[in-house]
């Protein structure tokens, strides 16, 4: 077997072991197996560009590549079902039914309602082609890549199932609960505002613009609607039973029913033992089962006759809102919270409750002392949906929102079209301080892992450390102060001492600076080489920095601009991090494309987009994403878009091969 042959057959083992693992839970293979397999696979595709494939079980990682959603319309519009809330509408939708069918026997298929987004997916030859948000209905977002990296999506169908050429399916997108309070316990420590429940967070996810990020996520899919010409059965039930077995993960508990009696008892059976589903559904769909008879019941304006949601009452109970605190993160964003008297929802105990920003506490019109609604909806996190006003204490203060930061009493800020406050003293604020500590010593900033939030803490509060650079001064003594802990004090020193051989792109991350995260580091110490070339940047040249928006360049230009942050700069500088590009990068630059702005588009065999981005950077051109007048020329890989090729076409704009780039590069 050669090596392509080999690539085509790794390939087809990873989907298979892919599946097994993510839809059946029943995999065949352990993890290291699996790694090793893909390992293999990642190495063989680097040597054989020409054999690049965007459904590969490599590309399941996402890529940091920013990319913008294009619209597109769907085949079929998306519609929504019509609601309803007891089974005396139940009944209606029912008779509804057996009248438009004129007394013709019937199926119902039952089955949960997801609480996520919906998402359209279109396969070809066996191949997902293209996933698209729902949109208006008629029209949404290309978000293929980040699909591309829910595990449970098949990329490609095993050839020997008998699927269609052509077929759209549909279902949901959602995020684990158990994903949801990881991501939002993430979004604590790190200071940013958290996600009200699993729906915002898959919506905020699926809208990433990086999909390395959504990869890191952990996104779901369930699958509940197969379109298109050719379908394997008259049954929806059954065609949906085909779609498990070329591999997609279907809607679960679907049931096929007879009776209204059967429908209340599916409802009744779901509305208990969906809590212990791993994700959030709101309802139960009913679905005449037959395409038959689905065509002949048809559509009103809005949503299909032949189907209805029933949504289930979300628990809701009643407590005391005690108080309400307000946490600062690392970035500064203030997080309130209430805290109220316990009390037993869904099988918890609970006493807290996020409320979001000001606006959310506005809204409820919140009074200390307030008898408060407490719901649990699909989320984990419970909600305050309403007060009892009839309930309220005599003299009962109204929540007010502080206007000063409670950790270091400065004036709150709240920028335009936000809703969050956030406290803007981030040199001298405690909490935004040993937030700021955490991020730089964690893995991708200096990796620093000797030491963890509660040693960072403990640090802060006896005064060993104050700021980032302290803990360069940190002896083994310091730690060890009764001679009991020599060996983890040892280690602890080293690590710290490790860290400074981190490169220099990491040590901009590790700052802090706000709204500026790994990839955007990266692209500016490329393009400044030296923190002091960074540091006296001007607006102007921030923005050219690919990559680098209004904000960021406002926020690099605050940081340096105050008095503390240069301080702490120039100790680390002095204590020898690393402050400028390693010598290997930077021997590599060049000036060949000094002053020319240039687009990347299509699929290359040599090197990845990010990298040609990069390439561009280091001989001095410019990436810029629109094609204009004052574009030099166009690096073309296969497939590049044919809009971009009719505007390059029509302004005149050279187009250069892959090869023709490299040559220009390293004559
Ligand atoms: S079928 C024409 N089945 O509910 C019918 N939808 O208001 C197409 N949903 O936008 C939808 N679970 O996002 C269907 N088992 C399920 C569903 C489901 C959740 C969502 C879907 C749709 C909305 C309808």
């Known amino acids: 077997m050669n090596e392509q042959e080999r690539i085509t057959q790794l390939r087809s083992q990873l989907h298979d072991h ?31 560009p020409e054999m690049y494939d965007a459904n590969s079980p490599t590309q399941r990682v996402g890529s940091d590549l920013n990319q913008e959603f294009q ?15 007891n089974q005396q509408d139940v009944r209606e939708f029912y008779e509804r ?5 004129q007394g013709a026997e019937f199926e119902i298929c039952c089955e949960m309602k997801y609480d996520g987004l919906s998402i359209s997916l279109i396969y070809e030859n066996g191949q997902l082609v293209r996933a698209v948000t729902r949109g208006d209905g008629v029209q949404g977002d290309d978000v293929t890549q980040n699909v591309r990296t829910i595990r449970t999506i098949p990329l ?49 996810t699926l ?49 096929k029913v007879k009776t209204l009696q059967e429908v209340y008892d599916f409802i009744d059976y779901w ?12 309802g139960i769909v009913l679905k005449v089962n037959s395409l038959r008879q689905q065509r002949a019941l048809g559509y009103t304006a809005k949503s299909p006759r032949w189907a209805i949601a029933y949504k289930f009452k979300a628990e809701r109970v009643s407590t005391r809102l005690e108080s309400v605190s307000f946490q600062v993160g690392r970035t500064g964003a203030i997080t309130p919270v209430a805290n109220m008297e316990p009390v037993l929802l869904a099988g918890t105990v609970v006493k807290r409750a996020s409320l979001y920003n000001e606006d959310a506490i506005r809204q409820l019109d919140l009074h200390i002392g307030d008898e408060v609604y407490v719901e649990k909806g699909g989320e984990i996190i419970p909600k305050i949906v309403g007060v009892n006003i009839d309930e309220r204490p005599i003299v009962a203060m109204p929540v007010q929102f502080p206007r000063r930061c409670p950790e270091c009493n400065t004036p709150l800020v709240r920028y335009e079209g936000e809703a969050v406050h956030y406290c803007p003293n981030d040199a001298g604020c405690p909490s935004q301080i040993k937030g700021r ?41 310091d730690i060890n102060g009764d001679g009991s802990r020599t060996k983890s004090a040892t280690r602890i020193v080293q690590s710290i001492e490790a860290s400074k051989e981190v490169p220099f792109e990491r040590v901009v991350f590790a700052l802090g600076i706000r709204f500026i995260g790994e990839t955007s580091a990266k692209m500016l110490a490329r393009s400044f080489h030296d923190m002091d070339t960074l540091a006296s940047a001007t607006k102007e040249q921030l923005l050219e920095v690919d990559g680098i928006g209004d904000v960021m360049a406002q926020s690099i230009i605050d940081y340096f601009a105050n008095e503390t942050n240069r301080r702490i700069v120039q100790r680390l500088k002095d204590y020898g991090l690393q402050m400028s590009l390693a010598d290997d990068v930077l021997a590599s630059r060049t000036d060949r494309l000094a002053g020319q702005v240039i ?15 990069q390439l561009i950077e280091m001989h001095g051109g410019k990436n810029s994403s629109s094609i204009s007048k004052n574009t030099s020329f166009i690096l073309a890989g296969e497939n590049m878009g044919p809009s971009k090729l009719e505007k390059a076409q029509k302004l005149g704009v050279r187009i250069i091969s892959e090869d023709e780039f490299l040559e220009m590069i390293n004559p």
């Open 207 to 255: 809208k990433q613009q990086n999909s390395r990020i959504v990869a890191e996520r952990g996104l779901d899919a369930y699958l509940y609607y197969l379109l298109g010409d050719e379908q394997p059965c008259d049954g929806h039930y059954e065609n949906l039973q085909q779609a498990a077995e070329w591999g997609f993960q279907i809607s679960q508990g679907m049931k």
């Open 271 to 282: 509305d208990e033992a969906r809590h212990h589903l791993p994700v959030a559904t709101d």
């Open 71 to 85: 619209q597109v319309k769907h085949q079929y519009p998306m519609l929504s079902l019509a609601n309803t809330y």
């Open 437 to 477: 500590i955490e991020q730089f010593i964690s893995r991708k900033a200096m990796n620093i892992d000797s030491l963890g939030p509660e040693t960072v803490e403990a640090y802060f509060n006896h005064g060993l450390i104050h700021d980032i650079a302290d803990l360069y001064r940190i002896t083994v003594q």
């Open 156 to 204: 490609v169908l095993d050839a020997e199932k008998n699927f269609p050429k052509h077929f759209e399916i549909r279902g949901e997108v959602l995020l684990p609960f158990s994903e949801f309070d990881r991501l939002n316990e993430q979004r604590m420590n790190e200071g940013e505002p958290l996600f009200a429940n699993p729906r915002n967070a898959a919506s905020g």
């Open 97 to 101: 039914v057996r009248s438009g069918l």
């Open 599 to 613: 687009v990347i588009s299509g699929v290359f065999t040599h090197h990845s987009r990010d990298e040609y981005k």
């Open 18 to 48: 892919n599946h097994r693992y993510y839809v059946l839970n029943s995999p065949t293979i352990g993890d290291e197996e699996f790694d090793m397999l893909m390992h293999e696979l990642q190495d063989l595709e680097q040597h054989h």
